[in-house]
């Protein structure tokens, strides 16, 4: 058994920090992979990514390929000799990479697998409207999300939570479940549980552009996209020929009639009509503005109190 595995750990953004964090503070990591610095923000400026940003403050060596497929860059995971491949929040590595560790390759998935298998599993779990969520440890094989589950554990999802909210969740729980999952494989003592293919949901990554509201839809399944799409890529709607975004939303529990699109101003709230009630919106953002609570956004706002959304 191996006291102190060489580990490599794969990553790029916030939700990854704290379990390359809590895997250095108790194995050591002798180096991480993660992306080259992109241009970010308003000031188009070049900038690192939270995980390198962690690594550095860490002094652990940092390798940022272009390619995963080039030679060079495996030849330099070869040469780290590592036992183990950790992988959270990054890019579909190539099969033959996965062969390298002496004793194997983990992926961090937000999800109870076989369920919401791919990029976003997060947001669909909360624009479902799922109760409950998790985390699964698996073996790494060619086919995305598809190895067998080491661990697993369970997440209850608190009411109308955003997936912003339910990223910090994860972000807290992840750490543990790694570092078991390291210990598990090191003493080469567990068990395998193969996913059931015939239980498979998928997860796709979600685009600005599919992100437009439905206001024909049920106030429940309407609060539900907004928020599973919140912060990122964002739900938004068309008002007077610019582009509205909300953040954060609850379904209205004493409804007051609106019709689909129709929105209504009262008494610091802001109804929006859905099939068979009212959402309130409670987090807004305007265009060129920063995202806002609804009562800082109406003591500035000077337009009619009842109006529709394109």
Known sequence: MIDKPRIVFFGTPEIAVPTLEAIYKQFGIIAV???PDKVQGRGRKLLPCEVKLAAQSLNIQTIE????KSRDFANRLR?????IFVVFAFKILPNWLLSIPKIGSFNIHP???PKYRGAAP????IINGDKITGISTFLMEEKVDAGGILLQE??????????GDLIQIVKLKAPDIALRTIKLLV?????IIKQDNSLVTKAPKLLKENCKINFNQPAEKVKNFINGVSPDPAAWTEWNGQQVKFYRTIVNNNPIGLKPNVFFIQNKNFFVGCADGEIKVL?????????????????GYKGNSIGYFE
Do not use: C, R, W
């Open 33 to 35: 992979v993660t992306n």
């Open 65 to 68: 390929p272009d390619d995963l």
């Open 79 to 83: 040469e780290l000799k590592p036992d």
């Open 111 to 113: 999800s109870l697998l």
């Open 122 to 125: 997060i947001n669909h779990a």
């Open 154 to 163: 369970e997440l209850l999802i608190p009411d109308n939570s955003t997936a």
């Open 187 to 191: 003493s080469g003592n567990y068990e």
């Open 283 to 299: 987090e807004i953002q305007m265009p060129t503005k920063k995202v806002m609570k609804i009562a800082d956004f109406l003591n």
